[in-house]
């Protein structure tokens, strides 16, 4: 099983970070949850599969949102990376480096002493200067990209759903829903650990925490 998921955080990790592939299960669930635990008024069984249908769409369609969006951040990224370079070629070597050291300066600040940071703008603008900008806006990898986040929308909401598929009681059907939501946003933030400085159990509490808030917070207007 651990072998299992680590090829999946693997295969995740060669086409998307893995904040965004946290953010889009965080998404899915949430979105679930929070539709579920604030929107049951009737609290009948043809209520809560009516919900339930009204929760899928909004993931899906949030889901292609979201993949739709990120396709346009990746050409909007490389166009401007393309400007970028046309506009280092396009002026002298005070000029290159100026324009770099817009792009780079915030982030490289708190790593890099000055003049590290101006010997990596020197190489950068050489290296603009001699290169030819990528023109392909997307590739394939993009597209798998889209869809991985569509997926993991998906696969965020399926699981949450069961007790309201097996359950008739809607009452025992949300609450096992929110036990599930708990123990799903654990595991994630177990597995996710890695990526942080933080321990297993503070981020799986933390990310846990979510579903237990969502419901106390749903449960005040129901």
Do not use: C
Request: hydrophobic share 55%; net charge negative; proline share 3%.
């Amino acid at each position: 099983m651990t072998g299992l998921l680590e090829r999946l955080k693997a295969f995740l990790e060669r086409y998307l970070r893995p904040e965004d592939s946290l953010l889009e299960v965080l998404g899915g669930v949430i979105i679930v949850l929070a539709t579920v635990n604030t929107l049951v008024v009737t609290r009948d069984r043809a209520g809560v599969d009516q919900l339930l249908e009204a929760s899928f769409t909004v993931a899906i369609a949030w889901g292609l949102v979201d993949a739709a969006l990120g396709l346009f951040g990746t050409v909007y990224h490389r166009k401007y990376q393309e400007r970028t370079i046309r506009a280092v070629q396009e002026t002298d070597e005070a000029g290159g480096l100026a324009i770099i050291s817009g792009v780079f300066d915030d982030e490289l600040l708190e790593l890099a002493d000055p003049g590290t940071r101006d010997a990596f703008y020197r190489h950068l603008a050489a290296q603009a200067r001699i290169n030819r900008p990528n023109r392909r806006a997307l590739g394939r990898a993009d597209v798998i990209a889209a869809v991985v986040t569509l997926g993991l929308m998906f696969s965020a909401t399926l699981p949450l759903s069961l007790p309201l598929y097996f359950l008739d009681d809607p009452f025992i059907a949300v609450f096992a829903m929110n036990v599930m939501g708990f123990v799903f946003l654990f595991i994630i933030g177990w597995l996710w650990a890695d990526y942080t400085t933080l321990s297993r159990v503070k981020l799986g509490l933390a990310l846990g925490s979510i579903a237990l808030a969502l419901t106390a917070v749903a449960n005040m207007f129901n």
